[in-house]
C-alpha cells in the first residue's frame, strides 16, 4: 500500500517539534526598535574606563559615564554576533547547539543558602556542597551543563568562583556556564579550562565553558560587569551577559516595556564584545519576571516569569542571537507541591519557547536558595517535556496502516513486532513518577515523590562519581589555585 505520506506535497509544513509563540515577528520588532531608541535617545550609564573608551572609539556619543548608542553600530553588532554556538563537553565532544529550537536545561548560580539533601537544613553553601552540586548534575541525564548551586563560604571570599569552578570541573565532564567576580578570577577560571583542553587554543576551538556575567538594569553597566564582557571578547570564550530584569521595580511594570529594558541592556554588552572581537559569541536574555508588590520579592513562580522569559527568547531568535531564559524554580522554601506546579509550568513554557539555555533548575525560595533536591525533581520533569518536544513522527512506518491490517478489528498489539520496534522510544519512562499498583506502592513503603526525590538525590552524591580529570591535569589546576590565593593575599597587604 502507498500512503498519502509517500506523495510529494507543495508548502508541506513539517511541525517536528511542538512550539509556541509569545511575540509576534512585528512585535519583536517594535520591542527592537523601541531598545534602539533608549540606547540612542537616553543611553546607558557605563562605568568601565576601558569600556567607555571602546564605545567612544566605535561612534558613540559618550559624555562622562552616559553613553548614547547610534542605532547603525547596534544593527551592526547584531549582524555580526554569530547565530549557533556549539559547545562541547570536559572531553571534547560538542554537545550543545545552541541554534534554532535547540533547548538545554541546568541550575542557576551564587544562591545564599543550599538545602541540605541530608538534614533539610537551609544554610550557608560551602565548598563542599559545589562538589555535591558537580556529581549531581553529572548524573542526571537531562541536565545538559553545570552551575555551582551557591556561592561557598569556606573558601577566600574573593577566590570563591574560582574554588567553586575548580569543584565543578573536577566532578563533571558536562560543559559548565559560571560566573565570576572580575578579570582577574576570570583569566583563572580560563587557564585552568586550557589546562583541561590542553591549552587555550584547543579551549577556543572547541569550549566547554560559557562565562556569565550581569548587568545593573535600568541601564547601567558596572565595570566588572562590562569588562567581563570584553574580557571574553578578547579571549574568544562565549559569554552569557543579563540582566536581571524586575517588572515593577528596574524595569516598567508593562512586561512590554520590561522586556525592552532586558533587550537594551542586553545589547549594551554585545556591542561591547563585538567591538572588541567581530563575531566572538554572545548569548543574550536572562531573568526576567514581576515583583511582588505584597512581599517586593522578584517571584520566580510567577507565570509572568514564564511570559516575559518566553517573549524575550522571541526577541532573541527575531534577532538570530542565541537565548539564554529562566526555569524549573519555585518561590516554595520546602520540597512540596508548590515547588513542583510551579517548576513545571516554567520548564514546559520555556521549552515550548525554544529557548536555548533554561537555567535556575535549581532555584527556591525566589532564588536565595539552591537545591538539589529540586534538580533532581526537575530533572524527571524535564524528561517528560523533551518528550513533548520531539513531537509526533508521521511516516508509512509509524502510521502502521499495515500492521494496523494484519491484527484486524477485536485484537491487540502487544505482540507485534512493530510494538518491540517502537515502544521504549516512542514512550517516556519514568525514574521518579510512580506508576506502580496501589498494592505494589502500599507494599513498597507507600513512598511520596518527595520521598523519593531525597532517596536519589542522597544516592547520586554518595555513589555517583564523574570520570576523574588526569594527575597532571589536576597538578596544573592546583598550580593556579595556589597562584590566584598568593594574589589575592597580597592584595590585602
Known amino acids: 500500500m502507498t500512503s498519502q505520506s509517500s506523495y510529494v506535497r507543495a508548502n508541506f509544513e513539517v511541525n517536528q517539534t511542538p512550539q509556541f509563540k509569545v511575540l509576534s515577528d512585528a512585535q519583536c520588532e517594535e520591542i527592537y526598535n523601541g531598545a534602539l531608541e533608549a540606547l540612542e535617545r537616553t543611553g546607558a550609564d557605563v562605568y568601565s574606563k576601558e569600556a567607555l573608551e571602546l564605545f567612544a572609539k566605535g561612534g558613540c556619543r559618550v559624555e562622562g559615564n552616559r553613553v548614547r548608542f547610534p542605532s547603525r553600530l547596534v544593527e551592526w553588532a547584531v549582524r555580526t554576533a554569530p547565530s549557533r554556538i556549539a559547545i562541547s563537553d570536559r572531553n571534547g565532544k560538542r554537545s550543545m547547539f545552541l541554534e534554532g529550537n535547540n533547548v538545554y536545561y541546568g541550575p542557576g548560580p551564587t544562591n545564599t543558602y543550599t538545602l541540605d539533601p541530608f538534614t ?43 574554588h567553586g569552578f575548580e569543584a565543578l570541573v573536577t566532578n563533571t565532564t558536562k560543559p559548565i556556564i559560571h560566573w565570576g567576580f572580575g578579570v582577574d578570577q576570570y583569566q583563572d577560571i580560563v587557564d585552568m579550562a586550557a589546562a583541561v ?22 541601564l547601567r553597566h558596572s565595570d566588572e560587569a562590562i569588562d567581563k564582557a570584553i574580557f571574553a571578547a578578547r579571549n574568544d570564550i562565549p559569554i552569557i551577559y543579563t540582566p536581571c530584569t524586575f517588572a515593577g521595580g528596574v524595569a516598567p511594570a508593562t512586561m512590554a516595556g520590561s522586556i525592552l529594558i532586558s533587550v537594551a541592556d542586553s545589547l549594551v554588552g554585545l556591542v561591547a564584545g563585538q567591538l572588541v572581537r567581530e563575531g566572538s559569541g554572545f548569548i543574550m536574555g536572562g531573568l526576567i519576571s514581576t515583583m511582588d508588590m505584597s ?18 527568547s522571541n526577541v532573541a531568535r527575531y534577532l538570530h542571537i542565541p537565548s539564554f531564559s529562566t526555569g524549573g524554580c519555585t518561590d516554595s522554601k520546602v520540597i512540596d507541591a508548590q515547588m513542583s506546579l510551579e517548576a513545571a509550568f516554567s520548564i514546559l513554557v520555556g ?70 520496534k517502537h515502544f521504549k522510544t516512542e514512550t517516556w519512562w519514568p525514574t521518579l513518577i510512580s506508576r506502580i499498583r496501589y498494592d505494589e506502592w502500599k507494599a513498597t513503603g507507600s513512598k511520596t515523590l518527595g520521598q523519593r526525590v531525597k532517596e536519589k538525590t542522597q544516592d547520586i552524591i554518595n555513589n555517583h562519581r564523574a570520570e576523574p580529570l588526569p594527575e597532571k591535569t589536576l597538578a596544573e589546576i592546583k598550580a593556579i589555585i595556589e597562584r590566584a590565593e598568593v594574589r589575592e593575599a597580597a592584595k590585602k597587604r
Open 120 to 162: 533539610g537544613e537551609r544554610r550557608r553553601p560551602k565548598i563542599s556542597d559545589t562538589v555535591r552540586a558537580g556529581i549531581v548534575c553529572d548524573a542526571l541525564p537531562n541536565i545538559d551543563y553545570a552551575m555551582d548551586n551557591g556561592t561557598p563560604m569556606d573558601v577566600t571570599p574573593t577566590l570563591a568562583d574560582v
Open 197 to 218: 583542553r590542553g591549552g587555550i587554543k584547543e579551549l577556543q576551538n572547541n569550549p566547554f565553558i560559557i562565562l556569565y556575567s550581569e548587568s545593573s538594569p535600568p
Open 295 to 312: 512581599s517586593s520579592i522578584l517571584a520566580y513562580g510567577a507565570p509572568e516569569l514564564s511570559l516575559m522569559s518566553a517573549g524575550l
Open 351 to 420: 521549552g515550548l519557547s525554544g529557548a536555548n539555555i533554561i537555567h535556575d533548575c535549581n532555584y527556591m525560595e525566589y532564588g536565595a536558595t539552591g537545591s538539589l533536591e529540586l534538580m533532581v525533581m526537575d530533572d524527571e520533569i524535564i524528561g517528560m517535556v523533551k518528550r513533548i518536544l520531539r513531537g509526533i513522527e508521521v511516516n508509512d512506518e509509524t502510521l502502521a496502516v499495515d500492521v494496523i491490517d494484519n491484527v484486524g478489528p477485536g485484537g491487540h498489539f502487544l505482540g507485534e513486532a512493530h510494538t518491540m
